[in-house]
């Protein structure tokens, strides 16, 4: 199965911008729809974005739509997110998430793997 690690997380000023990545091990990445989610201290963990497998489908929650963008590249294992106009209400644990063979989804009960997460900060 694949594992997950996130990375590109920090500090930066709110208008800032960010890119996390998301590298998987294991030789099936394209075979798993990807996501991100994040959580909030003291607030459940939320959708944030996904891609299916093959990178055609795109979904994004309503409040990072037009500011992040998710991507993928197969041959590197990796799916990233980008994240730009950051505001004080991004700060946020960021976590990717995959689904083996699914279709492109918001819950996150669907998504079996989940990488340790990774920091991102927005100061106003």
């Known amino acids: 199965q694949v594992q997950l690690v996130e990375s590109g997380g920090g500090l930066v000023q709110a208008g800032g911008s960010l890119r996390l990545s998301c590298a998987a091990s294991?030789?099936?990445?394209?075979?798993?729809?990807m996501a991100w989610f994040r959580q909030a201290q003291g607030k459940e963990r939320e959708f944030v974005a996904a891609i299916s497998r093959s990178g055609d489908v795109i979904q994004y929650a309503n409040s990072v739509k037009g500011r992040f963008t998710i991507s993928r590249d197969n041959a590197k294992n990796t799916v990233y997110l980008q994240m730009s106009s950051l505001k004080p209400e991004d700060t946020a644990v960021y976590h990717c998430a995959a689904d083996f063979g699914g279709r492109v989804r918001s819950e996150e009960y669907v998504y079996e793997r989940w990488g340790q997460g990774t920091q991102v900060t927005v100061s106003s």
């Open positions: 294991g030789h099936t990445f394209s075979a798993y729809v």
